[in-house]
């Protein structure tokens, strides 16, 4: 319908059910862009992330005004997302056992409190 769709995916891969994980919505959508950044794997404080889209010029108007706005280097950063990003795999098993663990928690408590509260899982 010509509509843009910036679509902020940060916390991609840690869904309870991962066969219910949807495509990127740059890959879906011809008119998306898909923001993604560390926090899914616990690591917010390192401000790395990036935007995937299928129009370049528009990616390269954005890296144009993410220089001219980043205050100084990143490296440090930079180096530390490549290490986590290599060992994605294990660090999101590592935190879909807390998400499975807290939801479980936050199912019994819906439970024993069912008289003021309904849980309705999607």
Known sequence: HGS???SDETMRFLE???SARLPPAADAYEL???LGSLSSLGL????VGWVASRHQCVLERMAELRD?????????SEVLAVIAL???AEIIAR?????????GATRRFFQR?????VWCAL
């Not at 917010?44 to 401000?47: A, Y």
């Not at 935190?95 to 939801?103: H, I, R």
Request: with cysteine.
């Open 68 to 76: 001219y706005t980043r205050d100084g280097g990143c490296a440090p």
């Open 113 to 117: 409190h069912n008289k003021c509260f």
């Open 32 to 34: 998306a862009f898909s």
């Open 44 to 47: 917010p404080g390192l401000q």
């Open 86 to 88: 290599r060992a994605r």
């Open 95 to 103: 935190n879909m056992a807390a998400v499975n663990m807290n939801l």
């Open 16 to 18: 309870h059910d991962a």
């Open 4 to 6: 843009w769709l910036f």
